[in-house]
């Protein structure tokens, strides 16, 4: 299994958990992100998994990121779950050295999958977060986020839309808990 299988499956994983981890009744509930509910967060991730699996399947995709709208789903997860077969069906075929379309302009399908990927993970630690949780990245996982952050310039990074600046995160923050303070989330 090559390593973006491994950190794909992860961070969908990672995310359908925090998915099923949301306590009834809490889908309208403020985030820790201060623009979205628990469920706009979720239709945002859901929006960044279909854009997956949409690069992998060759189809045709949206250059911004995903905006959740009034989104409303039944079954979060089992929808999730949908999504993360057809990325199972196409990722083992898929020419990752295969020109897709990016807001950065045309790029290797390894690359344009970077983003929306390390979206489902970071996502996933808001949600639990939001949820009174935490998540855990492993090693993979995690070199995979932090080298995507590494080749974004820190303008670009911090820019309209972006990140917000770095927060300093307690002694005993873990790493995953110190990726997301230095992408400005509150690891306390």
Aim: glycine residues 10%; contains cysteine.
């Amino acid at each position: 299994m090559s390593e973006l299988n491994a950190v794909v499956g992860e961070a969908l994983e990672l995310f359908v958990d925090a998915v099923e981890r949301v306590p009834e009744g809490s889908w309208d509930e403020p985030s820790i992100l201060d623009e979205w509910s628990v469920r706009e967060l979720v239709g945002h991730v859901t929006g960044s998994a279909t854009k997956v699996a949409l690069l992998l399947e060759g189809g045709e995709t949206w250059q911004t990121p995903s905006e959740p709208a009034d989104w409303v789903c039944p079954d979060p997860a089992s929808r999730l779950r949908e999504i993360g077969g057809r990325i199972e069906r196409a990722l083992p075929g898929a020419d990752l050295e295969s020109p897709r379309p990016s807001p950065a302009g045309e790029v290797p399908l390894r690359q344009a999958v970077a983003f929306p990927v390390a979206d489902l993970a970071m996502h996933a630690w808001d949600l639990r977060r939001s949820c009174g949780g935490s998540a855990e990245f492993s090693e993979g996982l995690l070199r995979y986020c932090q080298g995507l952050i590494d080749s974004v310039p820190e303008e670009m990074m911090r820019g309209k839309g972006g990140f917000a600046p770095a927060t300093t995160p307690p002694a005993t923050a873990t790493p995953t808990d110190r990726l997301m303070a230095h992408l400005g989330r509150s690891a306390a």
